[in-house]
């Protein structure tokens, strides 16, 4: 190589091959370095002063993850903040502002399962907030829930009645304060307007037209249905905000009554009323729940401050939802109509979907009924109701009516249990058609009154022909059911002037009432049926009190009352107070019938009055008075139901009331057709109930010799059994009322000279008597006998052993111990009154104590006895005129008692005698007293 070219090499780039790395230079530096990723799954920052979740997130930075892009953090962050309320509770009151308002915003969120989530906090957190709680926030949930339900995007939409069915399960009454703005959007949902071309085109029609968005992943059928369902349950929501009392309404008051025609009976406790303790208010239109037709109408508290409107309270506001909801309803229904029949073939098929939707819109079109009603104009606004869309609903409804459900073929499956399941789908199907055919009826028997019933003949006859079908095919209907049937029945047979097909309806009801095992809720509609039909107050129509059939079923009543006995005291109590309203109006059929089965009812071992509860015995008592004969067998009844317990003090004073009203010594001015109840039988019914033993059980106890019960003394043939305090104030309250009775009766010699012998013939001879019983006679004749009448040897004697008796068992009896007392002053109040008004009496008790030494232990006793007496100064005539043989019979005690020295129950017998006796004071002399 040449010099030259060498040094041109000098110059030159080296070229490098490829794959070749570029050597370092000597000085070159080294830059490399390593990074290792930090992964921080939690937040190490933690705030002790607000409480946290799993996650150890508290409720800022939970709310604050909701405004973040991401779909995934808000839903995590929603899921965050159910865990925390579910631990922390208490967050909820503290931010429950921020809670709402950011919970809220998410229902119009972009991505669905943030929606989902949020609908699930929703339904989490609404049963732990109250209303209150809930009310000063619920405008912005309400504004939210607004927008997202007027939303473009479809699913937006339908998470948004998600929402409202958690609303209107917990919040109600808040929602109805947003009713305008709210059926709104109802009707934007499934709506939309015309546009000015097609309304100038269409006339009267209205400017609302269904919409149908193929872009949903449901029919529009499907999603119609979800909005009308809501719609309904909104609407009844509404319904019950603006009744006057949110409490079910009867089924069996949408006939024509009107304003005054409505009357209820106010319950009047007349010894309440005496006392103090109810107060009687009348009202414009009597009742216990008066319809007061005020000119003004209270605003809720919660409206102020929300709006002006007054939704659907207001006339013109109804008026217009309806004018513009009723054809929309049409629409929906002509669209669920099989298209495929023209003429009005019986039977006509449904799909379950298009039958399920045909049922909202009939149920709406009932509570727009009921909205009217809540109206002061009401009949106007039917009239006007039935103007506008008679016509459409005759086409529409009764056209293919009564309709039927199409079964689906569905793809076999293994499953043992195939045939039931097919079975219970059959059954379910029926039941749901038979619901959709019986909401037609109702919202066509609506539109009809007694003015226009002439005008809807053909139409009613096909309801009248479907409704007796219904109920006389023999199955047993739900209560549901049935009280649709009833209401259509109701109306018609108020409003129709046709016997005969009413006598076809009532025959059909009556056949639903003949089968057995029926449940109680149907039973007490079928019984409030026939009763609300008889009890109907200002009933124009003649036709219903002449019915044969009503008059059949109350004849009834009585022998059902008796069957039934204690196993349903409810049904018992509806049964009793509709016989007691047929008998107050004196129904001829039905007081025969409760005169043949009267022994049954109020037999006093198992009759229906002892079996059941005492109140609901009061009744059954009240139906004695209206019986139109009164046997001595069914007096004798009544005695035992009186002395056996098994009616209260209370009940057994009314019966024995009543049963002197209904005797010739009642005190009417006018006596009553031949006296229902003899004097003979009145009198031995008193008789019985004085004793207050029968004489069965008077045979029984003379055999209780050695009952521990027993009590005796040597100076008296009268053994007393000793009663129970509660059987003992039963029988004195008996007592009382008995000789009230008696004092009634004009003679009363007379009266005294029957009780004298009733006593010589029943109890003269009987040794062992109950206490109550002695004290009980004792009372009733001292309280009764007259000056003028002298008693019988026998009536004496019996007297004197039992005033002796009872003044020695209450002297023994403990008077301290519990009970006693009551029983003491009982017993000693009537030997003092018999002793006072039968001066005889002293000088054959005293004759009686014979004293020997064989009573040494009943001495300190006798001597009690004789002390007590001498003790009472309205006794002091009557023991100075026995003066001397009181003297023989302390000397007795003297001398008979053994022992030194003298007792003090003996001094202190001695002083009594001669402070009372002995030293009287000059110039005091006896006052006449016949012996």
């Not at 915003?105 to 339904?123: E, G, I, N, Q, S």
């Not at 029919?219 to 929501?237: A, E, H, M, P, Y």
């Not at 049926?529 to 009933?539: I, P």
């Not at 003992?728 to 010699?749: D, G, M, Y």
């Amino acid at each position: 190589m040449s010099k030259k070219r060498k040094r041109q090499d000098d110059f030159q780039k080296v070229k490098l091959k490829v794959g070749k790395k570029k050597p370092k230079s000597d000085n070159a530096t080294n830059t490399n370095f390593k990074t290792q990723a930090v992964h921080v799954p939690e937040q190490l920052k933690t705030d002790a002063s607000l409480p946290t979740n799993n996650r150890k997130l508290n409720v800022k930075d939970l709310l604050t993850q909701l405004h973040h892009y991401n779909s995934g953090v808000k839903q995590s962050a929603l899921t965050g903040l159910k865990d925390l309320v579910s631990q922390h509770p208490s967050v909820i009151t503290s931010h429950l502002s921020n809670i709402l308002s950011d919970v809220s915003a998410v229902f119009t969120d972009k991505d669905p399962t943030v929606r989902a989530a949020a609908v699930r906090l929703l339904h989490f957190l609404a049963p732990r907030i109250s209303g209150e709680q809930m009310a000063p926030f619920y405008p912005l949930v309400s504004a939210h829930l607004s927008s997202a339900m007027t939303h473009i995007v479809e699913g937006i939409q339908e998470d948004a009645l998600k929402v409202l069915d958690v609303l209107l399960e917990h919040y109600p009454e808040l929602l109805t304060e947003s009713s305008n703005v709210l059926l709104k959007n109802f009707v934007e949902l499934i709506s939309h307007q015309k546009f000015s071309k097609e309304m100038k085109a269409g006339g009267k029609t209205s400017s609302w037209i269904l919409s149908i968005n193929p872009n949903r992943h449901i029919t529009s059928q499907q999603w119609r249905l979800n909005v009308l369902t809501r719609l309904k349950k909104f609407l009844q929501t509404v319904v019950e905000g603006l009744s006057h009392s949110v409490e079910n309404e009867a089924i069996f008051e949408t006939d024509d009554r009107t304003g005054s025609e409505y009357m209820s009976t106010l319950e009047v406790n007349w010894e309440q009323y005496i006392n103090g303790q109810q107060q009687i208010q009348l009202y414009e239109h009597s009742g216990s729940q008066p319809c007061i037709a005020a000119p003004f109408r209270l605003r809720s508290l919660l409206g102020i401050g929300v709006g002006t409107e007054d939704g659907l309270s207001s006339i013109e506001n109804l008026k217009a939802f309806i004018k513009t909801l009723v054809p929309l309803l049409l629409d929906c229904w002509v669209e669920a109509s099989p298209s495929q029949l023209v003429a009005p073939i019986p039977g006509n098929l449904l799909e379950p979907e298009a039958m399920m939707l045909m049922m909202q819109v009939l149920s709406i079109i009932q509570l727009l009924w009921k909205l009217m009603h809540q109206q002061d104009e009401t009949q106007k606004l039917e009239s006007w109701l039935r103007n506008q869309y008679l016509n459409d609903f005759k086409n529409h409804f009764i056209r293919n009516f009564p309709y039927s459900v199409m079964e689906t073929l569905k793809p076999k499956k293994k499953d043992g249990t195939k045939k039931e399941k097919q079975g219970a789908a059959v059954l379910n199907g029926a039941d749901h058609i038979l619901a959709l055919n019986l909401a037609l009826c109702q919202v066509m028997v609506l539109l009809t009154n007694t003015s226009t019933v002439h005008l809807d003949t053909e139409w009613l006859e096909q309801i009248r022909k479907f409704v007796t079908e219904s109920l006389s095919d023999g199955r047993k209907l739900s209560s549901h059911q049935l009280s649709g049937l009833l209401m259509v029945v109701w109306r018609l047979v108020l409003i129709q002037r046709n016997r005969g097909a009413s006598e076809e309806l009532l025959r059909a009801v009556y056949t639903q009432y003949q089968q057995q095992g029926l449940t109680l809720s149907v039973r007490t509609l079928l019984l409030h049926f026939f009763s609300g039909l008889y009890l109907r107050e200002k009933s124009s129509n003649l036709l219903i009190s002449r019915s044969k059939l009503l008059t059949r079923w109350l004849a009834g009543l009585p022998l059902q009352l008796a069957q039934l006995g204690s196993r349903n005291p409810l049904l018992s109590a509806q049964l009793i107070n509709v016989i007691h309203a047929a008998a107050a109006r004196a129904n001829k059929e039905l007081l025969q019938s409760l005169q043949s089965n009267v022994y049954r009812l109020y037999d006093p071992q198992d009759g229906t009055l002892v079996l059941l509860p005492s109140d609901m015995q009061h009744c059954l008592v009240q139906l004695v008075y209206f019986l139109p004969c009164i046997s001595p067998e069914l007096l004798s009844c009544l005695s035992r139901c009186c002395t056996m317990g098994r009616l209260s003090s209370k009940l057994a004073t009314c019966l024995i009331r009543i049963l002197h009203t209904r005797s010739s010594f009642g005190g009417w001015t006018t006596s009553l057709q031949d006296s229902v109840v003899k004097d003979v039988d009145y009198f031995s019914f008193l008789f019985s109930t004085l004793t207050g033993f029968s004489g069965d059980e008077l045979a029984w106890l003379q055999n209780s010799n050695s009952n521990p019960h027993v009590r005796q003394t040597q100076f008296s043939p009268v053994r007393l059994y000793v009663t129970d305090l509660d059987q003992f104030v039963h029988h004195w309250t008996l007592t009382e009322v008995v000789c009230h009775c008696l004092s009634s009766i004009p003679s009363r010699i007379q009266c005294c000279d029957i009780l004298q012998s009733a006593i010589c013939k029943h109890l003269v001879g009987v040794n062992l008597l109950p206490d109550s019983t002695a004290g009980s006679v004792l009372t009733a004749v001292s309280q009764l006998i007259d000056p003028a009448f002298i008693p019988n040897e026998c009536l004496l004697k019996f007297l004197a052993s039992c005033c002796y008796s009872l003044l020695y068992f209450i002297l023994t009896l403990e008077k301290n111990s519990r009970g006693n007392t009551q029983k003491w002053d009982l017993l000693w109040s009537s030997c003092l009154t018999a002793l006072i008004h039968i001066p005889r009496l002293l000088r054959l008790m005293l004759q009686g104590v014979k004293v020997n030494g064989s009573s040494q232990e009943e001495l300190p006793v006798i001597a009690q006895v004789l002390r007590l007496l001498l003790k009472q100064a309205q006794l002091r005539q009557h023991m100075v005129a026995n003066a001397a043989l009181l003297q023989q019979v302390i000397q007795d005690i003297t001398n008979c008692k053994t022992g030194d020295g003298q007792e003090q129950w003996l001094t202190e017998l001695h002083y009594w005698f001669s402070i009372s006796i002995t030293a009287r004071p000059r110039g005091t002399t006896s006052l006449p007293v016949t012996y």
